[in-house]
């Protein structure tokens, strides 16, 4: 008989759920995090990533040795990255140069081209410059930021694994907001299956810098986004989700980013509101994408 081995491919998706211990203190409700920092380019986005490209593919968008071109803060770059080697594409990935030396290096190392435009130019400069580019015709752009197969990637993987790995008892479901693919996808499945979960997002106050997760001006508000599918948005301060992430290594042994700690904090002020609740944050990364920031250094 021949083994099917999988490829790398099929190791996306089906992430642990784990419960935290220490975090939340004496509470009736059950604090859970889904570990995405475990797919195979380290991030919830490897999940969109590869749905984006083979949805394409389907639709005869794109094909094999053609250039994609996408602008990124860092993880769905990296996991672009990873896709377009394993299908065969040209990646051309554009970010702001304050973005992490290990964030750049992964997606290099992957055989991406890096363009880099300014802090000040931002995710907004990046976003304008690679629609200029797919102008020119230097490539196609996928945008994450407006495709709907990023949040699909949500509602037939993400979402499912939720409601079955809680056995359908899921209450409150929190998840921070970038290009809020993971939330749009999450939050359809799980309230077709029962209305009543609160679906949670989280933006950073006005000031605060949290990698990930933005306070969209409105002309550049991601066009997946439905303000109707949140139940609530929660504003995080910067240093809130510095502590909580820092706390999550030292008292969890769960090694993750900023706005996976945002996350965690959101979730435990609606612990505080709440009994009895079976409450799911979402932990996007892994925390080796930002030790060269010095987030993790000795305090």
């Known amino acids: 008989m021949t083994v099917q081995y999988p490829t790398i491919a099929d190791c996306v998706g089906n992430t642990p759920l784990v419960r935290l211990q220490r975090m939340p203190g004496e509470t009736s409700n059950t604090l859970l995090v889904k570990l995405e920092g475990n797919n195979p380019a380290g991030s919830v986005k490897d999940r969109p990533a ?32 990873m896709a377009a080697a394993i299908k065969g594409y040209r990646m051309i990935l554009i970010m702001p140069d304050n973005s992490t030396a290990e964030r750049k290096a992964a997606m290099t190392a992957y055989g991406a081209e890096l363009i880099l435009v300014s802090k000040e130019q931002g995710m907004e400069g990046a976003r304008d410059l690679a629609d200029q580019m797919q102008r020119e015709g230097k490539g196609k752009v996928l945008d994450q930021f407006a495709n709907g197969d990023n949040p699909e990637a949500h509602y037939y993987s993400t979402g499912p694994e939720l409601w079955q790995q809680t056995d359908g008892t899921i209450t409150h479901f929190i998840s921070s907001m970038g290009t809020t693919g993971t939330i749009m996808g999450v939050s359809r499945y ?3 299956q029962n209305p009543a979960i609160q679906i949670v997002g989280l933006q950073p106050t006005e000031g605060s810098a949290i990698p990930g997760i933005r306070r969209w001006p409105q002309e550049y508000l991601p066009k997946i986004y439905d303000a109707a599918r949140v139940d609530r948005v929660i504003d995080m301060p910067q240093g809130e989700a510095e502590d909580a992430m820092r706390r999550l290594a030292r008292e969890e042994g769960i090694f993750c980013g900023v706005s996976s700690g945002g996350a965690v904090a959101a979730m435990l002020q609606l612990s505080r509101e709440v009994e009895n609740a079976v409450m799911v944050a979402v932990i996007t990364d892994r925390g080796d994408r930002y030790l060269s920031s010095g987030l993790f250094d000795q305090r």
């Open 50 to 81: 590869l749905s984006m490209i083979n949805r394409a593919e389907l639709r005869g968008d794109i094909r094999p040795g053609d250039t994609l071109i996408e602008a990124t803060s860092g993880n769905t770059g990296i996991a672009l990255a």
């Open 190 to 192: 799980l309230k077709e």
